[in-house]
DNA sequence: ATATTATTGTAACCAAAGTTACGAAAATGA
DNA sequence: TCATTTTCGTAACTTTGGTTACAATAATAT
């Protein structure tokens, strides 16, 4: 994806030639838990987790960034600990622009659509993280697939829900265990709730 | 909290006089979980709760508002479904401010420090739901805890930390059952890790 | 000071889901 | 086409933490 591309760039009057691009390789730490952020950035190509650990010293994925969308961007007017939730890892030859945070204010205030697009995305993922709360909020591993299945019905608008994913995707995706999983899908199978293949779950009710 | 106390019209020159202000009593459903949001609204007096309900029917609380925190801000921009979370529900006599979407629009455009603020106020959001998310990936009751305490310590500045609240509010805080709570503080006690009472928790390490 | 209520600790029980392991099936690649 | 690897289902076992109930303690009100 190129600069011009990006969402966040859409309608602008911003000289695009002089930001910063860096590229990573795979697996790559560009940032670490709780360092500082200066700056925000902006995936270009290839994939960044955000990953924590938990104090079990597992760690889980925060956030996966796709192209297009943005880090350190809830950081840069934050008025509280300015320090990244998470290790910024790249998943694949990865590549980012970066632009430092007064140079970023900058552009707000001078460009109108600029601004528009950026509290479009701060939005959008603000309401991401509200459906990834009500997720983990679901207390049982059958809600949580239901919580998970209805939200692709919205999206996929059908009952026949593709799985772009392996199973054990889904499972980490949906905070459980592979088999956890797939013992309850089973059970929901039964239940006559739901009917299931290797790449689409069907919802029957 | 009068309106030209919030945060959000801190240094700003717009006319509040228009703005309109309504009272509900407690335990009132402003607005339903899903429905469309046209305004933002701005809690003046009492709290609002954010509550959402999981699949089991179980009801459980998104976010509680406080006098100068902001709901409908996160759906204005949003691309994506401006429906509000969950319902809004009043506790104890409330009162808030409203101000139509198109308007509260405007007043961004118009106002430069009322942006800045709203940013502020948006990223500060993000960034709450962040530590959450956070919370709520750590994966047993222990690792619950402490992920808590380390952030009060760091709040708190002190290792000695003041639970302004009952057990049973803390338990439901940190999304689970008091006598799961009771049972982990009685172990961590016994491991060594803390020493607690009925106010405070005591990092020992 | 005493009664009442709210809060907390504690134990027994139980269900849900994590863990581990293994075999079958499918996908991939040579 | 056959071998290798990945994905998935499945079962046995174990642990965690929810549930319920009750007693003890503290806070509050009369």
């Given amino acids: 994806m190129r600069l011009e591309e990006?969402?966040?760039?859409?309608?602008?009057?911003?000289?695009?030639?002089?930001?910063?691009?860096?590229?990573?390789?795979t697996n790559f730490t560009i940032e670490i838990e709780d360092n500082e952020s200066t700056y925000v950035g902006i995936v270009l190509e290839g994939k960044i987790h955000v990953k924590a650990y938990s104090l079990a010293g597992k760690d889980f994925t925060i956030n996966t960034l796709?192209?297009?969308?943005?880090?350190?961007?809830?950081?840069i007017f934050g008025s509280?600990?300015?320090?990244?939730?998470?290790?910024?890892?790249?998943?694949?030859?990865?590549k980012i622009a970066i632009i430092p945070n007064n140079e970023f204010e900058q552009y707000l205030f001078y460009d109108?659509?600029?601004?528009k697009n950026f509290l479009?995305?701060?939005s959008d993922k603000a309401?991401?993280?509200?459906?990834?709360?009500?997720?983990?909020?679901?207390d049982s591993v059958r809600d949580k697939i239901l919580f998970y299945l209805y939200q692709e019905k919205r999206i996929q608008k059908s009952k026949v829900i593709h799985l772009n994913m392996t199973k054990e995707e889904l499972a980490s995706q949906?905070?459980?265990?592979?088999?956890?999983?797939?013992?309850?899908?089973?059970?929901?199978?039964?239940?006559?709730?739901?009917?299931y293949d290797r790449w689409t779950i069907t919802l029957k009710k």
């Avoid at 309401?127 to 679901?138: D, T, V």
């Fill in 80 to 94: 509280k600990i300015k320090t990244f939730p998470g290790s910024l890892i790249t998943k694949g030859k990865t």
């Fill in 6 to 25: 990006c969402k966040l760039f859409r309608n602008s009057r911003i000289d695009l030639s002089k930001i910063e691009i860096l590229e990573f390789p």
């Fill in 66 to 75: 796709e192209p297009g969308q943005l880090f350190g961007d809830v950081l």
């Fill in 127 to 138: 309401f991401e993280m509200n459906i990834k709360s009500k997720l983990l909020s679901q």
């Fill in 112 to 115: 109108n659509d600029f601004l």
């Fill in 174 to 195: 949906l905070y459980m265990q592979r088999p956890s999983l797939s013992r309850e899908l089973i059970k929901m199978k039964e239940d006559g709730l739901i009917d």
């Fill in 120 to 122: 479009e995305m701060l």
